[in-house]
C-alpha cells in the first residue's frame, strides 16, 4: 500500500464548476497536510496546508481533513482554465518525527474546459 | 534570485558516466531533500538531509548518493547513470511548518 494515494485523472471539469480532489493516507502519525500545484515542466507550489480536522478556505480553495479516516481533499470552486495542472498531495510526519520529511502521492491531473 | 537553485538545468548523459546534480539554497533552513519525479509517479523522495552531518536514505536511495557540503549545499550524485534514472530531479528546503520551497529542477537524460 502506498503511504499516499490519489486518483491519477485525468478529472475533467467544466469551467466555473467545482473541481474535487482527494487523497488518502496510511501512516497514523502524520500531521501535516499540504496540496502543492504543478505546472508542466515547472517545480510544485503550495496552494494549501491543513494540520487539524476539518475545513480550511483560502480564496477559491478548501481544504479538508479528516484524520480518522486518514483523508484530506481539496475543492477548487468556480474552476478557471488556468487551474490546469497536476495537484500533489503531500503529507509528513510532526517537525520532531522526521518532520518535513514530505510523502507525496502520484499526483492528479486536472483539466478545466472552458 | 531564487531562493534554491539547482545546476545543471539541464543535462544529457551516456549510460555508465557519473553525474552530479548541485544545489543551493539561501532561505537558511536546516533541511533539505533530493527528489525524482517520473510520469505518473509522482514526486519520490530519494534522500534528505536534517543538517551538515545527517544523511538519511529515502524511499528509493539504491543508485544515488549525496553530500551535504554545508547548511546551504546539498549535491546529488549518480555514480554510474543507467537511463532508467532519466527524470526530472528536485532539490527542496522545508520551514519548520512543514512547507517544501522546491528548486526549479534538474532534467537528466541517460542515453
Known amino acids: 500500500q502506498k503511504e499516499v494515494e490519489q486518483n491519477s485523472g485525468p478529472l475533467s471539469v467544466p469551467e466555473g464548476a467545482i473541481a474535487s480532489l482527494n487523497c488518502t493516507y496510511s501512516d497514523r502519525v502524520s500531521q501535516s497536510f499540504f496540496w502543492y500545484r504543478q505546472y508542466s515542466g515547472k517545480s510544485p507550489e503550495l496552494i494549501m496546508s491543513i494540520y487539524s480536522n476539518g475545513d480550511k478556505e483560502d480564496g477559491r480553495f478548501t481544504a479538508q481533513l479528516n484524520k480518522a479516516s486518514q483523508y484530506v481533499s481539496l475543492l477548487i470552486r468556480d474552476s478557471q482554465p488556468s487551474d490546469s495542472a497536476t495537484y500533489l498531495c503531500?503529507?509528513?510526519?510532526?517537525?520532531?518525527?522526521?518532520?518535513?520529511?514530505?510523502?507525496f502521492g502520484q499526483g492528479t491531473e486536472l483539466s478545466v474546459k472552458p | 534570485d531564487a531562493d534554491v537553485t539547482q545546476t545543471p538545468r539541464n543535462r544529457i548523459t551516456k549510460t555508465g558516466k557519473r553525474i552530479m546534480l548541485e544545489c543551493s539554497q539561501t532561505k537558511g533552513h536546516d533541511r533539505m531533500y533530493w527528489y525524482r519525479q517520473d510520469p505518473g509517479l509522482g514526486l519520490r523522495l530519494i534522500y534528505y538531509?536534517?543538517?551538515?552531518?545527517?544523511?538519511n536514505k529515502g524511499e528509493i536511495s539504491d543508485g544515488y548518493s549525496v553530500s551535504r557540503q554545508a547548511q546551504a549545499k546539498f549535491s546529488l550524485s549518480l555514480e554510474s547513470a543507467i537511463p532508467n534514472q532519466t527524470a526530472l530531479y528536485f532539490c527542496a528546503t522545508t520551514s519548520r511548518t512543514g512547507e517544501l520551497f522546491f528548486g526549479e529542477g534538474s532534467r537528466l537524460t541517460v542515453l
Open positions: 538531509s536534517f543538517d551538515v552531518k545527517d544523511i
Open positions: 503531500a503529507v509528513s510526519r510532526p517537525y520532531y518525527n522526521q518532520g518535513g520529511k514530505l510523502i
